[in-house]
């Protein structure tokens, strides 16, 4: 089991359902980065599309990259109402997720 760290990592990946239009994803990622600049527990964000090369990323096309700083600010976020209302937004157009939370 890892030590704890000195700070959290939130990895969330998506894939779109395929009736889900670009505009609806600029929306979700809009959102979802905005996102940092509502809820003061999130550290720092970064995201990008995939481009890897090695066709083993099971229908994700999204990656989110979030930095807390413990599990509390992590969970704090998680429950947030601006957290809630972005998956209620992005939930009909996923059709994979993947989350991986680790420490850093």
Same mark, same amino acid.
């Given at each position: 089991? *890892?030590?704890?760290?000195?700070?959290?990592?939130?990895?969330?990946?998506?894939?779109?359902?395929?009736?889900?239009?670009?505009?609806? %994803?600029?929306?979700?990622?809009?959102?979802? %980065?905005?996102?940092?600049?509502?809820?003061?527990?999130?550290?720092?964000?970064?995201?990008?599309?995939?481009?890897?090369?090695?066709?083993?990323?099971?229908?994700?096309?999204?990656?989110?990259?979030?930095?807390?700083?413990?599990?509390?600010?992590?969970?704090? =976020?998680?429950?947030?109402?601006?957290? %809630? *209302?972005?998956?209620?937004?992005?939930?009909?157009?996923? *059709?994979? %997720?993947?989350?991986?939370? =680790?420490?850093?």
């Amino acid at each position: 089991m *890892a030590e704890q760290g000195d700070c959290l990592r939130h990895v969330v990946m998506f894939g779109f359902k395929p009736d889900t239009s670009d505009g609806q %994803v600029r929306e979700i990622e809009e959102t979802l %980065v905005g996102l940092k600049t509502r809820i003061s527990e999130i550290q720092s964000m970064e995201w990008g599309l995939n481009i890897s090369p090695e066709g083993k990323a099971r229908g994700h096309t999204h990656c989110f990259f979030m930095t807390f700083k413990n599990e509390a600010d992590r969970d704090s =976020y998680l429950v947030h109402p601006d957290h %809630v *209302a972005f998956g209620k937004l992005v939930r009909p157009h996923v *059709a994979t %997720v993947t989350v991986v939370d =680790y420490w850093c």
